[in-house]
């Protein structure tokens, strides 16, 4: 029934599987790629007819994490899984990346590659075993797919690289690098770094290119036996040549002419003028294909142009970033404000300090769990002059803002160094290239206006690519069209000591590590030179939380008190918000933080709690509030919510007949701790005290006969 075939090698320390003929088999390539226990079923399908009148390729990647696969259930009211999570949008983006510039130029065809993750044991991250099983999934379909590609996630510790760390690794590396590529080379990485050199950056990229190269090998020993006959794709119609040439013999003057125009809005009107002047001499027919033709002319002109002169759209040189002005305080309610404009790309980016009750609860397959650092980035469309529906943040928008929280991440303080929940928005209000790099930089600008007390400060840029054969030329901090006509999109994020993220995409087959090697260098000089000019606004982080930040004030109890704060049902501590304004937030191990802009209210609320968890002191004389009368005496509320008797001996020197004849319940009276009974509980006497100083009347008595100890006189309100 089954035609099953199946390859696995060691790989990492642990055994990579790949299967395909079992599962899925109306899709045009499915594969099972095991990893560990880790199990993601991966599939590629693609219509056999192309889209008509579209001038793209029409691709979908979607990873799905089942939670099923950790033995869990889902949350929520629906029990099932909802709309993709982070995590997941992410990991779509990392198969993407690198598949996408790997099919054939004139494939138009509707395709859709979909990774589920179907067991999950909690050590190996299911993102590798993912792109590895999408690869094969592909090479595997008879699909025009140019691979395969292998994936690897690189480690460094101790001075050494580390291949495949798991989940529990992570926690002790100085790097966490997933990177994809062919034979060839390289075609994506994505990274987060503790500030580690360029050269251990470029080792790391060798060393994965390296290892991944098993993976390959392996999919291409099971594609041997197991692939399907590969499609046909048409060559390129001669119509289309012909058009190319003459859409390039009527436009090129004007598009050349546009070209050179430096500023944005400028160039953007006179290539939309030359593009109506190109379509106003073609048919109806020719007029449909054209956006190719002049996309194409545009790309000849300006890549040509930039190898040719090494001058750029701008008239900068391969190495100059673009003037740079940096603010700090621009906002006067926010807690801290910064807006970084760079050329034409402009960020307005916001810090909000919070406590703990505005952490983030993840709930990911590996458990769940809470979120100091939050980073939303978002890009509304006037940023680049057009009108469109605002929408909720699309995969673009979750990956540059995933990127600008890994490049500031590292140089972070502790929790216990600055116990705020940090949430971080930065609004794209200009946008020509690298917008992303722009949140980096004002990301740590504002960050340092808030008095969040960052290591270093940090900055991004992003490098380009033009390469035609063996001539190239690398470019520093590139413009969108930059981006847009050319062969790469290299971010590169630190501080003065070294790189915190590294961002790469290829949109060719593949790149030297001589390329990366160059990129690399010529991006340190540019984040070197951009980092002196935020210097200009703010060097480090000021002293003091703005007026309008809550102040957090730290304190522990003993665990075997935060019972009694928290109080039956939360009574206590709701109980103490309520009376002093602020929020408090426990954890299990007895630290509480108090947080409140009321510096006042916020030694209310430490009194109080100081007073709930405080053991009475033999001798010492404090405020209560009687709660209690009975027969015998009174009891009285004088610690926090301890009580103590007071016999009814002890209400006055006098015979007292009856007690409610002396006091009533709700009066505040003070009192003495005289001594404990067997019990532990505490006697308590109004008589020694005077009423109205608090003023102890037997100051010399002997305690020391009662259980606790002695002493006598001591006053504690």
């Known amino acids: 029934m089954f035609n099953i075939v199946k390859k696995e090698i060691e790989w990492g320390g642990r055994t990579l599987t790949l299967e395909t003929g079992r599962i899925a088999r109306q899709a045009d390539g499915a594969v099972l790629a095991t990893y560990g226990e880790t199990v993601v079923l991966c599939t590629a399908v693609a219509q056999r007819t192309p889209k008509p009148g579209i001038d793209f390729f029409p691709l979908t990647v979607n990873y799905q994490e089942k939670t099923f696969a950790a033995g869990k259930i889902p949350g929520g009211f629906f029990k099932r899984e909802g709309r993709p999570a982070e995590k997941e949008v992410l990991t779509s983006r990392l198969i993407d990346r690198p598949i996408r510039p790997l099919f054939h130029k004139n494939f138009r065809n509707e395709t859709q590659v979909i990774c589920t993750v179907i067991s999950h044991d909690l050590e190996n991250d299911p993102d590798i075993v993912a792109m590895v099983g999408a690869s094969a999934a592909l090479t595997l379909s008879g699909i025009p797919f140019l691979g395969p590609i292998g994936g690897a996630r690189v480690g460094y510790k101790a001075g050494e690289y580390v291949l495949n760390p798991t989940t529990f690794d992570l926690e002790e590396t100085e790097l966490d690098l997933v990177m994809a590529g062919t034979q060839e080379g390289v075609l994506m990485v994505e990274s987060e770094a503790q500030e580690l050199s360029e050269e251990v950056m470029l080792g790391a990229v060798k060393f994965g290119h390296e290892q991944m190269q098993a993976v390959i090998n392996l999919i291409i020993d099971m594609a041997e036996e197991a692939a399907k006959e590969p499609w046909n794709i048409p060559e390129t119609p001669q119509e289309v040549i012909d058009l190319n040439e003459k859409v390039a013999k009527i436009g090129e003057a004007d598009f050349r002419d546009a070209y050179k125009e430096t500023v944005k809005q400028v160039r953007v009107e006179k290539l939309s003028a030359a593009k109506e002047a190109v379509l106003s001499q073609l048919s ?93 980035y978002n890009f509304p469309p006037y940023s680049v002059g057009e009108a469109s529906f605002l929408r909720s943040p699309g995969r673009r928008e979750i990956g540059h803002g995933k990127l600008a929280w890994r490049a500031i991440r590292p140089l972070l303080p502790s929790k216990e160094d600055f116990p ?290 002695g002493g006598g006189g001591r006053r504690r309100g």
Request: aromatic share 4%; with cysteine; hydrophobic share 40%.
């Open 284 to 376: 109806d027919d020719e007029t449909a294909i054209a956006g190719g033709a002049m996309k194409s002319l545009e790309k000849d002109i300006v890549r040509k142009d930039i190898l040719k002169t090494g001058q750029r759209i701008d008239g900068r040189d391969t190495k100059t970033v673009r003037p740079i002005d940096a603010q700090v305080s621009i906002l006067p309610r926010s807690h801290g404000s910064a807006l970084f404009t760079r050329g034409e790309t402009q960020a307005m980016v916001v810090t909000t300090l919070g406590t703990g009750q505005d952490e983030q609860i993840i709930d990911a397959l590996e458990g769940d769990y809470r979120e100091h650092f939050l980073l939303h």
């Open 420 to 709: 705020y929940t940090i949430r971080i928005v930065s609004e794209i209000t200009e946008s020509n290239g690298s917008s992303s790099m722009a949140t980096v930089c004002g990301t740590s600008l504002a960050m340092m206006d808030a008095a969040v007390p960052l290591k270093r400060p940090v900055a991004g840029i992003a490098m380009g690519l033009i390469k035609e054969g063996d001539d190239f030329a690398v470019l520093s901090d590139i413009l969108g069209d930059e981006d847009h006509l050319g062969d790469m999109d290299f971010k590169v994020a630190g501080t003065d000591e070294g790189v915190t993220s590294l961002q790469m995409d290829i949109k060719i087959t593949s790149i030297t590590p001589e390329i990366m090697e160059i990129a690399l260098a010529q991006a340190k000089d540019g984040r070197i030179h951009i980092l002196g000019e935020m210097a200009k606004a703010l060097t480090e982080g000021r002293d003091e939380v703005s007026a309008h930040a809550p102040r957090i004030t730290t304190m522990s109890v003993p665990k075997d008190k935060i019972r009694e704060v928290i109080g039956t049902g939360g009574k206590v501590i709701r109980e103490i918000c309520e009376e002093t304004g602020c929020k408090i937030d426990i954890d299990d191990e007895g630290t509480i933080k108090i947080s409140s802009i009321d510096l006042e209210a916020t030694e209310k609320a430490m009194d109080w709690i100081k007073g709930i968890v405080a053991e009475p002191e033999l001798g010492v004389i404090y405020n209560g509030k009687v709660v209690k009368c009975v027969d015998f005496g009174a009891f009285v509320n004088f610690l926090g919510a301890k009580d103590g008797l007071v016999h009814i001996s002890q209400i006055k020197p006098d015979r007292v007949e009856k007690v409610s004849d002396e006091i009533s319940e709700g009066d505040a009276v003070k009192v003495k701790v005289i001594g404990f009974d067997d019990r532990g509980k505490v006697k308590l006497s109004m008589k020694v005290v005077n009423q109205e100083t608090g003023e102890d009347l037997e100051p010399d008595q002997d305690l020391s006969g009662s259980s606790g100890g």
